[in-house]
Structure formats: C-alpha cells, structure tokens
C-alpha cells in the first residue's frame, strides 16, 4: 500500500519547489503592483529554453543558466517599462489580459526562435541515483530543492537587510504611504517585474533536466504557480513556496495512488475544496470577506 | 417623446437582426460564413459571460468547461443514446445550468484573485475530465458522428440555414440581456457590482442575485456549446480548455465591459483576427498577442467605449464648427 511512498514524496517535493518558485514570482509582482502576471509561466519556459539554447552555442553550463536567468529578468523589466506602466491607473483586468497578451507575445515568439522541439538540460551533477529510505533520488531533485532553498533565504534577506528589499515591502504595504516617504512606486514594481523573471527562469532552468522544456510549457507552469500562491495566501511569499511543496506532493501522490492521467487535476479539486472551506489560503490572513 | 424601454430594445434587435441576415449576401465565399457561425456562437458566451463580469463585476476563467458541458451532454446523448435532436440539446443545456448552479454557491463567497482562481481550477478540472474519460468522450481525439442539426423536420444542411438560425438565437440572447439589464434585476446586478454592502443595505440579497446570473451566464454558454456540437458534428476537449475560457474574457474586456454591444463586437473580432493574420504564417501569433496588447493600451474601455468616445467627440467639432 505505501510501497511507493517515498518515492511519491520525493518527486512531489521535487516538482513542488518548482511550483513554489514560480509561485513567489506571482506574489513579488501582485505585492507592489496587485497584478496577476499570466505571463510567469512564460518566464519559467524561457529560463530552460535560453540556457537550452546558450548551451547549444557552446557555453558552459553555469554560465547559460545564469547569462539566461539575467536575460529573463531583462525581458521581465522591459515588459513593465513597455506594457505595464503605459497603463497604470486602468482597471487591473485590464494589465491582466495585457500580461496575456504579452505571454502570447513571448510564447511566439520562442516558437519562432527556438521550434516546436522539446528539448531537456543535462543534469547538472549526473543522474546516478541515490538510494535513501526506499527512494531512488535523482541529484538534480537536490538541486531543485537546494537552489529553491537559497533562492527563499537570498529574497528574506532582500527583503530584511536591504534598503531596496525594505521599500518594496513598503509599496506592498501601501502604495500611497511608500510614495510620500519618497519610493519610486514605479521603479519598485520595475524592479519586482525583474526579479520575478529571475525566479521564474530560475525554476525553468532546474526544472528543464527532469521535465524537459519546450515553448508551450509555460502556461500549465504558470497555472500551477498561481494556485500555489493562492494555496498559500496571495501576496506572502513564504506561504507562496510552502503552497507549491503542498502541491506538489498532493499531485504526486494523486498520480501514484489514484489515476495518473488525473495528475493535473488533483491539485487543483484540493485548491477548491481548500478555498470554499478557508478563503484566504492556508497561511493567508483571515481577512477575505465572505458573503 | 422617449419609446417604452422594452420597445426601445425591440427595434434595435430587430434592426440588429436585419443586419446579420443581410450579412451573408455581402461575402464572397461559403469559407467566411462558416467564420460567422462561430463568431455568434462566441458572442452568445461573450454576451452572457459579460452579464457576469461587466455587470454584475464576477470574473469567470472557467466558462469554457460549461459551452463543453453542452457540448458533450447533447453529443453522447444523441449519437449514442440516440435520442431526438431536441431532447440532445435540453440535456445539453441543463447539465450546464445544474453544474453551474451547484458550484455557484461556494464559488461565489469567493472575491478577486480568490474568485478567479476557483472558476479557473473548475474549468481546468472539467476539461482533464474530457480529456481521461476517454469511454465517453473519446479523449483527447475527440467525439464525432454528432448529427446535423434538425428540429420540427427541417433540417439545418447548409451552412446559410445555420447561420440563419445563428443570427436568430444571437439576436433573441442580446435583447434578452439588454432587456434584463433595464430591469429591476439588473438594476440589483450593477449595484452590487459597486459595493456589495451598499446594495445588501438596500435589501439586495447578493448571493441570490450572483448565482443567478452565474447560471444565467453558464446556461447561455450551454446553449452555445450545444448548437457548436450540432453544427461541426466533431468536438475535442481542445476546443473547451483554459485558453477558451481566457479567450473569452478578452472578448468581453476587448469589447467593452458592461456592454453588450461591445460583447458582440469582442467575440465577432477575436474570432475574425486570426483567420484575417492567416497570411502572416508564421508570425500570426504574434501579431495576434500584439494587437491584443495594443488594443487595451489605447482602448481601455474597449471597442465600444472607443466607439463612444469616438462619436463624442465627432459631435463636439460638429457643434463647434
């Protein structure tokens, strides 16, 4: 009955930190803006599609993966700079469809440049596994869980012991205050657009060994992301992350025990239950009104 | 002296009607009627899923699960249980309108990013479903063998008489929410659009109204996913997924929200552009995602509210001049 349970345990944690990553790239960007980006996903598939590529011209490994993480946060600050702060003041639905569009715009144009080829990443250490309580690990799944891991501590002190880190908390606290005290409102949500293409492109880059990546896998990414930030509670990074390891254990273990072609949809019939019974998310703040 | 509203609405349907009939006989092949059938099936979601969102301020991403709902029901219940055309599309439209109404209830306590989220976890659950329950769907290869519509022994062979019927059910749905919209329902919708609070102060009761029109909305993209299944005779999960259901947010918010002329105009245009880049190749997708950007950047309140603006200020250089 439990045979394959640390196995389950092992790739769902896996998966999930991925999940989370993508997750805390939402939450940046819904905290100083209060926008959903629907192009995050576009972000993660560029992450593995551009390290694919630069590896493909004969860099280094590291080096692609970082040289393609920094084009990322590029793309990510320039589509705030293009689209996102031409239309600030408008209806939030309103930069929603433009994140769409601009996911469209992204997802094209890496069909264009790159094809419609799946394509996988080397491991970065080998993939002889490690045999640990009855699982076999892949060394990439700690990878994942490693980088996942540095990622969250290098945004905490971000966040604590940088003067950039603290006026963004502050925008996400209250836009109006922040800007009184003399914050750049627009260079913070700037500045959170870049860093979430960094995230996202970095979970793209550790996720391409163990699920391939191609330039249509962004938008089930995204979806994922998304339910994990609101499995978490919109808007707190930690819960953002810890929503994605829910998540992604959940959709493994629905896989291994229950119907594998059901994967995609476990996690999300447990997000609905989770939503009509606690609004706010798990470690959300109870604060979501109800009718 | 100002007509009654409910004639007022009546003569500019029947004008409308008159427009869409006259439609066909200025194109020039069969291939651009065939784009017109789906484009008024998309805008009876559109104008439906507008009553949510534009009115009444509820996002839907999930409104696609209910036109494959439809879909689906009158397929399986006609080609293989072999019941009658008729019976086929009531089941269509009532499997949607029973699911919409018993996921109404928790989904609507719901507000924002939180309501978004579930109607969009909904729509993706559904569509898994058409995909893996491969014994009555047929899976991801899809469903065909549905007859042609017929109904009272006429049977809709050509496209023209499809159409036809079309542009009889769109016209019928745009002066039933134009109508709904004037009335003391509507009148309830909007103001609970503005503050929930407000409008329950005022004895509204909020949830009865919002799982109205979430079933009024979910029952229209039935009726039009009934009436898809009966005109292509083959329907696949692909066509149901999450990018439909944004789709058709964009259709609304591109038209114009709170109007439902402007949810005809969306759902008419986002169906045209991609067969109208096809000599783009390759590069019509982006030029699809381009306009779709431009277009809410320079026309925030979409085609109609352009459109007004627009005659605004036309009539402004009249009256100067």
């Known amino acids: 009955m439990f045979a394959g349970a640390p196995q389950y345990l092992v ?12 997750g805390l790239g939402f939450t940046m960007i819904f905290n100083t803006t209060g926008i959903i980006n629907f192009a995050q996903g576009e972000f993660v598939m560029l992450g593995g599609m551009l390290s694919v590529c630069l590896l493909g011209v004969g860099l280094p490994l590291p080096l692609a993966i970082v040289l393609a993480c920094l084009a990322t946060a590029a793309i990510g600050g320039l589509m705030e700079r293009l689209a996102i702060r031409p239309i600030a003041g408008a209806p939030a639905i309103n930069a929603v469809i433009i994140t769409i569009g601009v996911s469209i715009l992204l997802r094209g144009g890496a069909m264009l440049a790159f094809g419609k080829d799946t394509h996988a990443l080397p491991a970065f250490s080998g993939t002889a596994p490690i045999l640990a309580l009855g699982a076999a690990i892949q060394p990439q799944s700690l990878w994942v869980l490693a980088v996942t891991l540095a990622l969250l501590a290098a945004l905490k002190l971000f966040f604590t012991a940088t003067i950039q880190g603290k006026a963004m908390l502050a925008c996400s606290c209250q836009k109006k205050a922040a800007s009184l005290v003399g ?60 929503g994605g390891l829910v998540l992604g254990v959940l959709e493994s273990f629905g896989a291994g025990y229950i119907a594998s072609g059901y994967k995609d949809a476990f996690a999300f019939v447990v ?18 009104e109800r009718v | 002296m100002k007509l009654p509203v409910l004639g007022q609405n009546a003569a500019q349907a029947a004008l409308f009607l008159l427009l869409l009939l006259a ?75 029973v699911v919409a109404w018993i996921v109404a209830a928790p989904t609507l306590k719901l507000k924002g990013h939180y309501l978004a989220m579930a109607t969009l976890g909904f729509g993706i659950i559904v569509s898994i479903v058409f995909n893996e329950a491969v014994d009555a769907t047929g899976g991801p290869s899809g469903y065909v063998g549905i007859p042609r519509l017929a109904l009272f022994g006429y049977e809709f062979t050509s496209d023209h008489s499809y159409y036809n019927l079309m542009a009889v059910v769109l016209t019928f749905v745009v002066l039933l929410s134009l109508n709904l919209m004037k009335s003391r329902t509507g009148r309830a919708l909007r103001a609970l659009h503005v503050s929930e609070k407000a409008a329950a102060s005022l004895g ?47 259709m609304v918010v591109l038209g114009g929200m709170a109007s439902v002329w402007g949810s005809v105009a969306g759902a008419l245009f986002l169906t045209a552009l991609p067969e109208a880049l096809r000599e783009f190749e390759d590069i019509d997708i982006l030029v699809y995602g381009a306009i779709l950007v431009l277009t809410i950047m320079f026309l925030p309140d979409g085609l109609a509210g352009g459109l007004s603006r627009l005659t605004r200020r036309l009539r402004r250089k009249a009256g100067a001049s």
């Not at chain 1, 239950?273 to 959300?284: D, H, K």
């Open chain 2, 23 to 97: 439609l066909p006989y200025t194109l020039p092949n069969e291939y651009y009627l065939s784009i017109c059938i789906l484009g008024a099936l998309n805008a009876v979601i559109a104008v439906g899923l507008n009553l949510l969102m534009g009115y009444a301020g509820q996002v839907s991403l999930g409104h696609a699960a209910f036109y494959g709902l439809g879909a689906y029901a009158t397929a399986i219940a006609t080609s293989r249980f072999g019941l009658p055309i008729p019976a086929g599309m009531a089941i269509g439209v009532s499997l949607a309108t």
């Open chain 2, 204 to 250: 509204v009761d909020i949830a009865a109204h919002k799982r109205f029109v979430f079933v009024l909305s979910a029952a229209l993209a039935g009726l039009a996913g009934v009436l898809y299944a009966h005109y292509l005779s083959f329907i696949a999960p692909a066509s149901f997924g999450f990018g439909f259901s944004v789709q058709l947010v964009v």
């Open chain 1, 11 to 22: 790739s769902g944690l896996t998966q999930g930190a991925a999940y989370g990553l993508i």
């Open chain 1, 183 to 242: 914050i750049s409102v627009a260079r913070m949500a700037l500045l959170s657009f870049a860093i979430s293409g960094l995230i996202g492109a970095t979970a793209g880059a550790i996720l391409a060994p163990i699920t391939m990546t191609a330039y249509d896998v962004g938008m089930m990414l995204g979806l994922k992301g998304f339910a994990a930030c609101i499995l978490g509670g919109l808007g707190n990074p930690f819960g953002a992350a810890a």
């Open chain 1, 271 to 288: 997000l609905l239950l989770l939503l009509f019974v606690r609004p706010s998310g798990l470690f959300g703040k109870a604060g979501v």
